[in-house]
């Protein structure tokens, strides 16, 4: 199974009250082969929200405690970040998910890259707090520009990669 951010299914979760659809995204939902999660939805967060950061670190180094998750207006909000964290890897676990597309710069789900702390829209190498998770469990974690078809078909049977199509759904499809 697949896990994909709640947003790239076109959900209007994220925190500016949108989201970030991807056709690829919602056609893996549609066929079932690929479960949604928010993080931020899942830790008591509204739509739209303050946006949040992680402070000293990414999103390991909140795992370790050397870290904070802080909203824009100075609110530490990293117990919320945890828990939800905790509460993804564990849907994860119950349905045996292997790989997750997640949402770049995300404080929770970004992959590679984010936001330094300081609300300066400056990116920073670093994954979020759910990914770091989820990747320290053994689950594989792409960000959402990642989310082609090369990198699904080894997760995907030949039937499904088939009801997709050939066409190498990406970015903007």
């Known amino acids: 199974m697949i896990l994909i951010s709640a947003c790239l299914a076109g959900f209007n979760v994220r925190y500016d009250g949108g989201n970030a659809r991807r056709e690829l995204a919602v056609k893996l939902v549609a066929l079932g082969q690929a479960i949604t999660v928010c993080p931020e939805i899942m830790g008591g967060f509204q739509t739209p929200r303050r946006p949040a950061e992680i402070c000293g670190g990414d999103g390991k180094d909140v795992l370790t405690g050397r870290a904070t998750v802080i909203n824009q207006a100075g609110v530490d909000v990293t117990a919320r970040y ?3 964290a905790r509460q993804v890897l564990q849907i994860a676990q119950d349905h045996g998910v292997t790989v997750a597309f997640l949402k ?56 499904t990669i088939k009801q997709l199509g050939t066409n190498n759904l990406a970015i903007g499809d």
């Open 104 to 159: 770049q710069k995300s404080p929770a789900c970004g992959t590679h890259l984010v936001y330094d702390g300081h609300f300066s829209g400056n990116k920073v190498p670093g994954m979020g707090v759910t990914a770091a998770l989820l990747a320290r469990n053994g689950i594989e974690v792409y960000g959402d520009e990642e989310l082609t078809m090369a990198n699904l078909t080894p997760y995907l049977a030949p039937e």
């Open 82 to 84: 945890l828990a939800a």
